[in-house]
């Protein structure tokens, strides 16, 4: 693995079921992201994580949840998902912790709720 | 409230020379980024201005005023693979980056 990467690449989910978008990341960073792009929005913050164990909510949390259990990993998971989660999903990492830091992106989850 | 203000789209021609403006309003500022998306893919690093002044990197620049809350992308010497869009974000007070829409910039031959 060369940076960071997120699972699936697309999905159709049906309205109500459960979902789970992978993101691992090798860089070793200590930060992560997760944001939604929207057309004619900017990214949106959904939940972060600064270092393993521990997590803070966005600007957008409702709906979702996230964990970090290691460094490597920082899953989200949207419960019971609805059609206005359709979006574009984007992992990302920094290596420090303050919003100064480059962050670097995955290649996203397209992720379509009916 | 926090905003940032970037033009929709633009259109260029192969060669010449564009300009992206951005305006920001933040709870206090902490620098300013600019990234770079390809349709479909993942955006990536372009530019961090903290002070104010020109910094540039090869064909691209990137200015900052802060007493006007103003930055722009200059892109020189354009060619196709520049067509993308390009996203300004601010650095507020709580170290939050806050991200306008993107401006998406089509390069014609």
């Known amino acids: 693995i060369a940076g960071i990467t997120q699972a699936p690449t697309s999905q159709i989910l049906a309205a109500g079921r459960r979902m789970t978008l992978r993101c691992t990341q090798d860089m070793r960073h200590n930060a992560m992201y997760w944001y939604r792009q929207d057309l004619g929005l900017g990214l949106r913050l959904i939940h972060y994580?600064?270092?393993?164990?521990?997590?803070g909510k966005g600007e957008v949390p409702d709906g979702y949840s996230v964990s970090r259990a290691n460094t490597d990993d920082f899953p989200l998971t949207l419960a019971s998902a609805v059609p206005s989660q359709t979006s574009v999903y984007f992992c990302a990492s920094s290596d420090g912790l303050s919003g100064t830091d480059t962050q670097y992106f995955g290649p996203g989850t397209r992720l379509t709720v009916l | 409230g926090q905003n940032i203000d970037q033009p929709t789209e633009m259109t260029a021609t192969e060669g010449a020379i564009v300009q992206i403006n951005c305006t920001y309003q933040?709870?206090?500022?902490?620098?300013l980024f600019w990234y770079q998306q390809h349709a479909g893919e993942a955006p990536t690093f372009l530019s961090y201005n903290v002070l104010d002044g020109l910094e540039e990197k090869g064909r691209f620049s990137s200015f900052l005023s802060r007493s006007k809350g103003y930055s722009y992308l200059l892109l020189k010497e354009l060619q196709m693979k520049d067509s993308a869009s390009y996203l300004c974000?601010?650095?507020?007070?709580?170290?939050?980056?806050?991200w306008g829409a993107g401006t998406k910039l089509i390069i014609k031959p």
């Open positions: 933040t709870s206090g500022f902490n620098g």
């Open positions: 974000a601010g650095v507020d007070s709580n170290y939050q980056l806050i």
């Open positions: 994580s600064n270092t393993a164990g521990t997590t």
